[in-house]
């Protein structure tokens, strides 16, 4: 006899851990909205800077999450979308400002037009780049990705009209909706909210049908061949989401640097990228936020103290991979 | 009547050495077929060639009537093939609940609808453990959850793979109560299984493999009876 519906619910009390998780969340937004209050009042406003930078490195963290945690696909290029994001409002940016144009367009430095482009550009630049890396895998997928990435590197490096090597350097910060952003408390926030947008979207996406399947992906591709599922186009739209994550990601970096370079695009870019991921814990998604925080805090903090802070990070990196390997999520918030 | 599925002399490698040297059989809808052999015989070598896992390089496979030989294996699966493949092979960090409903899918004719509170009515011992990540199921709940699986798929023609291999008494009884339950049921079924003795009396019809090749094919009742066929085949 079928078991009655109510027995084909998962349970109503939500089991510890994820009471705990909750808790662990929350405080992570409340501190998020306290951080400028928090600067302010240690009469060290300047930090607010570095804590947007902290938030926007966490964007591209958690997207990279998204295909590396839960589709298992060690992409080393990552950096080139946050890179390309970053320069498609630098573009733009640098047309408008000295009243040329790009194929016709006179460029824009409003919020709303040139972030989804650069969101949209990028996304049309990583499709057939993935189409391409996904017909491969393990060791091949992270060398085609990485390989990819370093064409995109030279690109930039070669194209002098908007400066080659030295990078282009944005006049000012985008308007959005006409409103300036120049104010670092309010581009804090609209960091944070931009932030906050994309993780709840991934978290969404972990949860759905499309999310179990990716996660699938990573356990077993033949499996999910057997059950009639093509994986090739899943990890094609994960890539390409995980692409226009970074992709904001790098808009945004444009606007707090005010300046873009070849660097944003290089391997070692994406290598911070993934060991943010590591130390927060992959397939966690909110533990990346973590690992971005604490990477760069922690090399904020070394780095004022010795110029080979690389030699106390290292080791600490080391023993984090080893002892806590669900990493900085699993560690507060008891998860996986 | 045409059969849902015609194999028809298959050939399968892998890489220079052949597997399978022209393996013909026929499923009628409805029927369950027990595909009988020894170890490395190529039963799963002709289960992965049906399914596109392992394409057959020459030979004809037709589903419904359609040749389904140079699809891509999803489209096969998708065309109505659920398979319970060897060793369980569940999703181990997808819960329990995820596993059955992340490839869950309505099939055209499909003998009959299956649900999540069907799939836990047949399994009651999956119910309370559906928050649960499959790695910490018991071997046998894995297998449960690995056929509830593939039932979700509503699949025209089911195929166990070895699915009572490696599993307690009682949970082998269980598995062999469902699959007399799916037989009576109308589902169309392939069954891969060592245990004769408990396959034969399920099975409409019997292949028995043989290096490759298709040894004898018969009647269940006339292996069971048929003490040297047996012993030369099957080696009981």
């Known amino acids: ?336 | 009547m045409a059969a849902l599925l015609a194999v028809e002399a298959i050939e399968t490698f892998y890489g220079a050495s052949q597997a399978l040297f022209g393996v013909s059989f026929t499923i009628a809808e409805g029927e369950v077929l027990a595909l009988l052999g020894r170890n490395g015989m190529g039963k799963t070598t002709t289960v992965h060639s049906i399914l596109g896992l392992t394409p057959a390089a020459r030979g004809r496979i037709a589903f419904a009537g359609v040749p389904v030989q140079d699809w891509p294996s999803f489209r096969i699966a998708r065309a109505g093939i659920g398979l319970v493949p060897e060793g369980r092979q569940v999703f181990p960090a997808l819960t329990v609940r995820e596993n059955l409903v992340a490839t869950a899918r309505r099939s055209a004719g499909a003998p009959t609808e299956w649900t999540l509170e069907r799939v836990l009515g047949l399994f009651p011992a999956l119910a309370p453990r559906q928050a649960q990540r499959a790695s910490t199921l018991s071997g046998g709940e894995q297998q449960m959850l690995a056929v509830g699986r593939a039932l979700m798929t509503n699949p025209r023609l089911l195929i166990l793979d070895e699915a009572t291999e490696g599993l307690a008494p009682l949970v082998r009884t269980e598995i062999w109560k469902c699959i007399a339950g799916l037989k009576a049921a109308g589902q169309s079924l392939l069954v891969i299984d060592k245990n004769l003795a408990e396959l034969a009396p399920l099975a409409d019809r019997a292949c028995v493999l043989e290096k490759g090749r298709v040894a004898w094919q018969g009647m269940p009742d006339a292996l069971l009876a048929d003490a040297a066929t047996r012993h030369r085949y099957l080696g009981v």
């Open chain 1, 1 to 336: 006899m079928p078991a009655p519906l109510a027995s084909a619910q998962l349970p109503a009390t939500p089991p510890a851990s994820v009471a705990r998780r909750r808790v662990v969340l929350l405080a992570g937004c409340l501190l998020l909205a306290a951080l400028p209050a928090i600067a302010h009042g240690a009469g060290q406003p300047f930090l607010i800077a570095t804590f947007t930078r902290f938030v926007i490195y966490a964007i591209a963290a958690v997207s990279l999450d998204l295909i590396l945690g839960i589709g298992g696909l060690t992409s080393f290029g990552h950096a080139a979308w946050f890179g390309l994001g970053g320069y498609v409002v630098a573009i733009a940016a640098f047309h408008a400002q000295d009243a040329s144009t790009l194929l016709g367009w006179g460029g824009s430095t409003e919020a709303l037009v040139v972030w989804p482009l650069a969101i949209a550009v990028t996304a049309l630049v990583a499709l057939p780049i993935g189409a391409l890396s996904l017909r491969t895998s393990g060791i091949h997928f992270i060398m085609i990705t990485l390989a990819f990435a370093q064409m995109l590197f030279y690109l930039f490096v070669s194209v002098k009209f908007y400066g080659g090597d030295d990078g282009l350097a944005m006049q000012r910060r985008n308007t959005l909706a006409g409103a300036d952003l120049r104010d670092a408390t309010v581009f804090y926030y609209v960091c944070v909210a931009c932030l906050v947008a994309w993780t709840t979207l991934c978290a969404a996406i972990r949860r759905s049908r499309f999310g179990m399947v990716l996660s699938g992906c990573r356990q077993s591709e033949r499996r999910l061949l057997a059950l009639g599922y093509p994986v090739y186009r899943y990890k094609l739209v994960a890539f390409v989401l995980a692409a226009a994550g970074a992709a904001l990601s790098g808009a945004l970096w444009a606007n707090a640097a005010r300046f873009v370079s070849p660097d944003m695009l290089a391997w070692v870019k994406s290598g911070e990228l993934m060991v943010m991921v590591i130390l927060g814990g992959t397939g966690t998604l909110f533990g990346p936020i973590a690992g971005a925080f604490v990477l760069l805090g922690v090399e904020q903090l070394l780095s004022a103290w010795t110029e080979h802070w690389m030699l106390i990070l290292g080791p600490l990196l080391v023993l984090f991979v080893v002892f806590a390997r669900r990493g900085l999520w699993g560690l507060v918030a008891g998860e996986r």
